[in-house]
């Protein structure tokens, strides 16, 4: 049988509810997004400890960083195929545990090469997570609530960034800095234990069981998620794979995809050069630029978390309502002036701190209720039925590739020319308002099956 995640439809019709279930579902499976943001985050309070722990130069420091990132290419490479083989619940369950390990691996670690060993396995986990749990929430989601319920992994990865910000806070305020790095990596332990039972009591997605023949558990699986008429529902899910059969296997780079090919490697592409996880990983260390003591660059990073989860939330209620082209006309507009004030006052001999602080939270309030909203949303509906796994992997693969490569050479580039890497990040913005004009599809309120039909050009 064809790939399973690279077929079909989400398997829910377009007026059906979003019932109790489907929502606990969705919020169930999007804990890995909490541990997406949870894990990644942490780090940023525990720089200048890892520097003088391990001797690292700006370089070496620049990679510990990005050392998950680039586990998390591996991650989004890898996860396709085993999630069409044993299914979305497995590798949820496999990424649960590996965030228990990579935690304590690297809470534990005795030298920097341990260190990095684990965070590459963190890494590995959270690429896996960005490929399946956005499919996952797309295929139990009726497509009008589609935006906000895969939203809602955005949400908790960002709720994920804060709880991070806040517990660095904590720590540094109770322990002193040779010990409250280890802490604060240990920590993460505690919600991927938390994301591991609860994948359990998660349903497997009803799709993937119907289209690998599982029929019983696919009813049966509808039927606990609301379904208003299973065996229908079925019958539909089996016909859709059955056409898709006929056309042999699917091939996502073909003439026919170029589009949707193209517009998530940019998208994916447009969201790190915003500069957005060079301020989440590195967020107290530009406060310090800015002037700010070490206590307070934590502790303004915790409001950098805080307004990029209200505004996240305000997300949810817009996306499905406006549309994802609209909310990245704004959202670009508002990201390129804010990088570029922060820019300018970096550049100045004596720059204001009041200034920076709200540039950086007007970007990552414009950032969250844009760019961080559609991204996971876009790329899990733009392609056609026939491919949507595969492009899910591109669209995540990029992502991370780009977040690798930006996070690693940061630290490097900022000192080399200070202020005007944010200059950079908000020309970028100004480029992707362009590219949401002229190129991008509107896929708000288009069924999944419907995305082929259209051939994802609407």
Not at 84 to 107: F, N, Q
Not at 192 to 197: C, E, K, P, T
Not at 389 to 407: C, D, P
Not at 440 to 454: K, S
């Amino acid at each position: 049988m064809h790939s399973v995640v690279s077929s079909g439809d989400a398997g829910i019709v377009d007026d059906a509810r979003a019932t109790p279930a489907i929502i606990m579902s969705a919020a169930g499976a999007a804990l890995g997004g909490l541990l997406f943001g949870f894990d990644t985050a942490v780090i940023s309070g525990a720089t200048n400890a890892l520097q003088n722990q391990f001797a690292l130069t700006e370089a070496s420091l620049g990679f510990t960083v990005a050392s998950a990132l680039i586990g998390t290419v591996l991650g989004s490479l890898i996860a396709g195929a085993p999630a069409d083989r044993y299914g979305r619940k497995a590798i949820m369950l496999s990424v649960a545990i590996a965030y228990v390990v990579s935690s304590l691996g690297t809470a534990l670690a005795h030298d920097w090469y341990v260190l990095i060993a684990f965070r590459f396995l963190g890494g590995v986990a959270i690429g896996a997570a960005s490929v399946v749990t956005p499919i996952y929430i797309a295929e139990v989601s009726p497509a009008r609530f589609r935006g906000r319920l895969v939203a809602m992994n955005q949400l908790n990865i960002v709720l994920g960034i804060l709880i991070a910000f806040l517990s660095n806070y904590v720590i540094a305020q109770v322990l002193p800095p040779e010990t409250a790095w280890r802490w604060m990596f240990g920590i993460v332990a505690v919600p991927s234990a938390v994301f591991l039972v609860v994948t359990f009591f998660l349903p497997e997605s009803p799709r993937w069981l119907a289209v690998r023949g599982h029929r019983e558990r696919a009813v049966a699986a509808m039927t606990r998620l609301g379904f208003s008429d299973p065996d229908a529902e079925l019958l539909r899910i089996e016909a859709a794979d059955t056409r898709e059969a006929v056309k042999g296997a699917p091939r996502l780079f073909q003439a026919s995809h170029t589009l949707p090919v193209a517009c998530a490697i940019a998208i994916a592409m447009f969201n790190q050069l915003s500069g957005i996880n060079a301020l989440l990983y590195y967020a107290p260390r530009i406060f310090e630029l800015a002037g700010a003591g070490a206590d307070s660059a934590l502790l303004q990073s915790v409001a950098v978390g805080g307004t990029n989860l209200l505004f996240t939330a305000l997300a949810l209620f817009l996306i499905d309502r406006f549309g994802r082209k609209p909310l990245l006309f704004v959202g670009s507009i508002i990201c390129a002036a804010a990088l570029l004030l922060v820019g300018w006052q970096l550049e100045r001999v004596a720059p204001d701190g009041t200034l920076i602080l709200i540039g950086l939270l007007a970007f990552i309030a414009a950032f969250a209720v844009s760019q961080g909203a559609v991204i996971w949303v876009f790329i899990s509906e733009v392609f056609p039925s026939s491919v949507r796994g595969k492009g899910q992997a591109l669209g995540s693969t990029t992502h991370w590739v780009m977040a690798a490569i930006i996070t690693w050479l940061f630290p490097v580039v900022a000192s080399a020319v200070g202020g005007w890497v944010f200059a950079f990040f908000g020309a970028m913005m100004l480029l992707q308002f362009v590219w949401a004009w002229k190129v991008m599809p509107e896929t708000n309120g288009v069924a999944l099956e419907d995305m082929d039909l259209r051939g994802a050009a609407a």
